[in-house]
T-cell receptor
Framework: SQTIHQWPATLVQPVGSPLSLECTVE??????LYWYRQAAGRGLQLLFY??????ISSEVPQNLSASRPQDRQFILSSKKLLLSDSGFYLC???????????FGPGTRLLVL | AQSVTQPDIHITVSEGASLELRCNYS??????LFWYVQSPGQGLQLLLK??????LVQGIKGFEAEFKRSQSSFNLRKPSVHWSDAAEYFC???????????????FGTGTQLKVEL
């Protein structure tokens, strides 16, 4: 069966520091991968998605970037965090267009 | 562009009572429709989905939802709520016919369900 992992679970970072969040999927190959951010009372916002290694699509202009160095690894990064980057970051995967997305446990980021 | 509205931010029901969570979407064709549930500090778990066919879909944990094209709605229901159902519920819309892979979902802002014992 497939599983999705996110690391770390919780992170507290000062403003201006770099960021690296990791998402890995097991038990499948060539998944579509997604990064969402969830802010309180605002639902989920799609940040990036990837349909293959090195292929990244950005949905919203922002302070963050994403990379997919391996087939089942998706990285969310920032060079300098802003206060507004605080939130709950969720990674998801699916196979093929239209298929259900399955979510990881999330990373809670607090920027102080 | 597609959009999803969940008009109820908070709902409180008594344990054993029936539940209906509302979801309205805006989309030019028949979308993919999903309901997810999120417990505090956790990821999202799929409750049910509608792709095509029977407009009444059954999900896990005794939930069901009905797709009503004429009302652009996909309301979630449960006949008898359990205290463990307290969580946040998200409705989501996915677009059909994407080429090049991927399926971008648009989520509602969520409905927080509280269950009184």
């Amino acid at each position: 069966s497939q599983t999705i992992h996110q690391w770390p679970a919780t992170l507290v970072q000062p403003v201006g520091s770099p960021l690296s969040l990791e998402c890995t999927v097991e038990g499948t190959s060539n998944p579509n991968l997604y990064w969402y951010r969830q802010a309180a009372g605002r639902g989920l916002q799609l940040l990036f998605y990837s349909v293959g290694i090195g292929q990244i699509s950005s949905e919203v202009p922002q302070n963050l970037s994403a990379s997919r160095p391996q087939d089942r690894q998706f990285i969310l990064s920032s060079k300098k965090l802003l206060l507004s980057d605080s939130g709950f970051y969720l990674c998801a995967w699916n196979k093929g267009s239209g298929e259900t997305q399955y979510f990881g446990p999330g990373t809670r980021l607090l920027v102080l | 562009a597609q959009s999803v509205t969940q008009p109820d931010i908070h709902i409180t029901v008594s344990e054993g009572a029936s539940l209906e969570l509302r979801c309205n979407y805006s989309y030019g064709a028949t979308p993919y429709l999903f309901w997810y549930v999120q417990s505090p500090g956790q990821g999202l778990q799929l409750l049910l989905k509608y792709f095509s066919g029977d407009t009444l879909v059954q999900g896990i944990k005794g939930f069901e939802a009905e797709f009503k094209r004429s009302q652009s709605s996909f309301n979630l229901r449960k006949p008898s709520v359990h205290w463990s159902d307290a969580a946040e519920y998200f409705c989501a819309v996915g677009r059909r016919g994407l080429t090049g892979g991927g399926n971008k979902l648009t989520f509602g802002t969520g409905t927080q369900l509280k269950v009184e014992l």
